[in-house]
């Protein structure tokens, strides 16, 4: 079926409101259906409203098992997630109460080399926790021991792979090459995941060697939110931050969950900050609503705008009031050309024609004013900086751990010593605005 044979989605002049009721109905109907058919439900925030559980095959199967309950599958022009393929669920007649052509997003997450991304470990496999190494104490024997016995028993096809990159990660300086290791029957998103799940392991078997620890600790939750693994030196733990990939954006609200006991000491105050204002924002909001806060607070060039687009003072632009005004619209068109000032005021670029196909209208608008205020704080030394000064009182070191063709890439850096930047992770992946370490070399 082409995309063009499907009925058009839910009319859009319906007020939003009502579309809203009629995609959670549409959910609640499907979750019943799958889960009833054994199949397991997964929650994410990300990527905006949807459903997200695994069912193997392809789409003609999908389509097959669907069409008695009046629903129809099609490929989604949008793909919510990277790791897994994202189709469109849509009542083809009145359901429930549901009108027909209700459109909800699903994200079929089904591992194996047979699903379509052909991906072969989960987000969450290849942890600490998953080969069961949680909540324990080990010296670098100790750890290869039990590292080799448990991904046996779990992972028996990439054991060998798993127990070799453990064993390279015994070794000593930044960069530790893979020569024998052959890594061509997994795919980029599983290198990916192994360098993210499997890096915790292979950056406590790094930091043994390097760092200086006697034994590493794994634990099975943490009280922080920033650490990972802790480090024994002397009697002593230290915490132990794990990143890939260059190090992802960590929550602002984990800065201060993390100096917590400080703040209480007085010790630091952070209410004494420059970036204070714009902590207390994103820590009291939504990811969406505090894009706006932070922009209302200071009053920005593109809030101005959109103000005058909206004939709506600054101070009373929030999700609801734009919702409405965006929802008087009769199509994504009209909008597209009203908000081009708009648009232009905070990227040259403007949005996909994917994204405008898409019904969720407030996008339009925290997306690219999103990406716009994370590089208006950077760009403003005094916040950018005291944000760093906040950083700098944790006691907090982060071992960056690369899987990369031919090598093992680690780096470590004290948050005592590294400069910080905000970052923001977009809006399809739903966080907040973050921070992210500059990386030094070492």
């Known amino acids: 079926m082409k995309l063009s044979e499907v009925p058009q989605p839910i009319k859009a002049d319906l007020p939003w409101q009502l579309r809203e009721d009629a995609r959670a109905g549409l959910?609640?109907?499907?979750?019943?259906?799958?889960?009833?058919?054994?199949?397991?439900?997964?929650?994410?925030?990300?990527?905006?409203?949807?459903?997200?559980?695994?069912?193997?095959?392809?789409?003609?199967?999908?389509?097959?098992?669907?069409?008695?309950?009046?629903?129809?599958?099609?490929?989604?022009?949008?793909?919510?997630?990277?790791?897994?393929?994202?189709?469109?669920?849509?009542?083809?007649?009145?359901?429930?109460?549901?009108p027909p052509a209700t459109e909800l997003p699903w994200v079929n997450n089904y591992i194996g080399k047979d699903s379509s991304s052909g991906k072969q470990f989960g987000p969450k496999q290849l942890t600490p926790e998953d080969i069961g190494l949680a909540d324990q104490r080990f010296?670098?024997?100790?750890?290869?021991?039990?590292?080799?016995?448990?991904?046996?028993?779990?992972?028996?096809?990439?054991?060998?792979?798993?127990?070799q990159l453990a064993k390279k990660s015994t070794g000593t300086g930044s960069v530790i090459s893979l020569s024998g290791i052959d890594l061509?029957?997994?795919?980029?998103?599983?290198?990916?995941?192994?360098?993210?799940?499997?890096?915790?392991?292979?950056?406590?078997?790094?930091?043994?060697?390097?760092?200086?620890?006697?034994?590493?600790?794994?634990?099975?939750?943490?009280?922080?939110?920033?650490?990972?693994?802790y480090g024994e030196r002397d009697g002593e733990d230290f915490p132990i931050s794990v990143k890939s990939g260059g190090g992802g954006k960590v929550t602002i609200q984990n800065i201060l969950d993390a100096l917590e006991d400080k703040v209480r000491e007085g010790k630091v105050k952070p209410e004494e900050q420059k970036s204070y204002v714009v902590f207390e924002t994103v820590r009291k909001n939504g990811a969406r609503?505090?894009?706006?806060?932070?922009?209302?607070?200071?009053?920005?060039?593109?809030m101005?705008?959109?103000?005058?687009?909206?004939?709506?003072?600054?101070?009373?632009?929030?999700?609801?009031?734009?919702?409405?005004?965006?929802?008087?619209?009769?199509?994504?068109?009209?909008?597209?050309?009203?908000?081009?000032?708009?648009?232009?005021?905070?990227?040259?670029?403007g949005l996909t024609d994917a994204i405008w196909q898409r019904n969720d209208r407030v996008r339009f608008i925290i997306s690219p004013l999103g990406e716009w205020t994370w590089k208006f704080l950077n760009a403003n030394d005094d916040i950018r900086g005291s944000m760093t000064e906040l950083a700098r009182q944790l006691s907090l070191i982060q071992v960056n751990a690369d899987i990369k063709q031919s090598s093992l890439v680690f780096r470590h850096n004290r948050f005592e010593d590294a400069e910080f930047i905000f970052g923001w992770a977009g809006y399809a992946a739903g966080n907040k605005l973050g921070f992210k370490m500059k990386l030094n070399s070492k």
Not at 289 to 302: D, S, W
């Open 27 to 98: 959910k609640k109907y499907v979750a019943d259906i799958v889960t009833k058919a054994g199949m397991k439900l997964t929650g994410s925030s990300r990527g905006g409203y949807h459903i997200r559980f695994p069912m193997k095959g392809e789409l003609a199967d999908f389509q097959r098992f669907f069409k008695k309950f009046g629903i129809t599958v099609v490929p989604s022009a949008v793909n919510i997630s990277g790791s897994y393929e994202t189709y469109v669920l849509q009542t083809n007649k009145e359901i429930n109460n549901i």
């Open 184 to 229: 061509s029957p997994y795919n980029v998103s599983d290198i990916t995941t192994i360098s993210k799940n499997y890096g915790e392991v292979l950056a406590g078997l790094w930091a043994l060697n390097n760092l200086d620890f006697s034994k590493m600790y794994f634990p099975k939750v943490s009280n922080l939110a920033l650490i990972d693994i």
């Open 139 to 163: 010296d670098q024997g100790s750890l290869l021991s039990a590292i080799g016995k448990n991904v046996k028993s779990k992972y028996p096809e990439h054991s060998n792979l798993l127990i």
């Open 289 to 302: 609503e505090g894009i706006l806060a932070l922009n209302r607070y200071f009053k920005t060039k593109p």
């Open 304 to 349: 101005k705008e959109l103000s005058k687009l909206m004939k709506t003072p600054i101070e009373d632009i929030n999700l609801q009031t734009l919702k409405e005004w965006l929802d008087s619209y009769g199509s994504n068109n009209d909008i597209k050309k009203a908000i081009e000032p708009f648009i232009k005021s905070t990227t040259k670029k």
